[in-house]
């Protein structure tokens, strides 16, 4: 593995000694060169640090920048979920090892198309990268060769992987153009010491230059071997989780051409159609009799799209966009966020109050040193994170039945779904484990 990672960097160090050289366009065909409409199949994160290269990578793989808020391109950073989608090919008689692009050239041969969720890497983002965690079915963690391995975030964010189930990751070594061979090698040294006592201790590393497109299709290779699409049941009862919300529609159209709320995110299970009549829970807030509650939306399914494409059924697998005809005021700036979506009646019950069963680390993560992670205790704020919901809630008792919590915002959940749980430390929420909901 070192002697395959001493042949990359070398390859990516004398690119950068040539400078920049012109790519030549692929050649396409007439059969090749229309785009197939696929609906992805698997959803795949990338997580890590901050200023890591995460959104730059989702450029080169897929030609969308992600960071589209005006804040995102103002501060330079991801702060909300980015989605964009690719098909990847397999090109025809390269012999070994294969060959794969995202674009359709000639004698390539599609093979599955793909999601890629942009997870923002800022320590005060981390609920935000918890619920993106929640709909990924595989990971690519960027670590930046020209740092010392592990930042605070990078740490924090594998525990989170693990946390929520994710075993197949990739580990994206970006950056190689900025650092000279010897320091690319103790950068990958430092990474697999880093990772030996994780889940992920057998996880292949990529070094790449997202930057300069320097391997990027060694690492469409990796993401086809060591992320497979997982079995899907789409014979339940459709169950999406949102991950965004959102209203399209610029100011002063008029009524007539208002389009209805627009929900991002993925069905974990079952199908959608269109015409279809949905139910969203929690809701909407609302006060009645001076308290403040949430009343389940009904809306119907106008359309349904797979990044800026159509289709007639959305299936379990990739991010996809539910068209509704919900007031456009309800959606926007991601309102919606944390819900979840079903067919009426069909959804599970909505939580003012949680009891869990945790399960907490035996030190912070993400702190800038060590902390013990002391018990939870009695009226201290946690942020719990479930399904794609972030909340805060309130310790309310701790005994052997378990930790019950009010929480600000109400969840839609299971009875025994994960629950991640994060303590405010260093003026900064930071995880220390996780709980199982046994009911309220």
Known sequence: MVKKQKAETEKSVKIKSEGKKEHKKPETSEKHSEKKIVQPEVNIGLVGHVDHGKTTLTERMTGQWTDTHSEELKRGITIRLGYANTNIYKIKGKGEPECWTTKPEKDAEFTRAVSFVDAPGHESLMATMLAGATIMDGALLLISAKEECPQPQTKEHVVALEIMGIKNIIVVQNKIDLVTEEQAMKNYEQIKEFLKNTPYKDAPIVPVSAQKNVNVDALLDAIQKHIPTPKRDSTKEPLMLVARSFDINKPGSKINNLTGGILGGALIQGE?????????????????????????????????????????????????????????????????????????????????????????????????????????????PLMLNVNSAATVGIVEDVSKKGVKCTLKLPVCAEIGSKVSISRRVENRFRLIGYGIIKGE
């Open 272 to 380: 959608f159609k269109i015409n279809e009549d949905i139910e969203i829970k929690p809701g909407r807030k609302l006060e009645k009799h001076g308290k403040t509650i949430f009343e389940p939306l009904h809306t119907k399914i106008v359309g349904l799209k797979t990044g800026k494409d159509g289709i007639e059924t959305a299936k379990p697998g990739g991010s996809i966009g539910v068209m509704t005809t919900l007031d456009p005021s309800i959606v926007k700036s991601d309102q919606l966020t944390g819900s979840l979506v079903g067919l009426r009646g069909k959804l599970p019950p909505t939580w003012y109050k949680l009891t869990l069963e945790p399960h907490l680390l035996q030190r912070v993560v993400g702190a800038k040193e060590e902390v013990v992670v002391h018990p939870i205790i009695r009226l201290e």
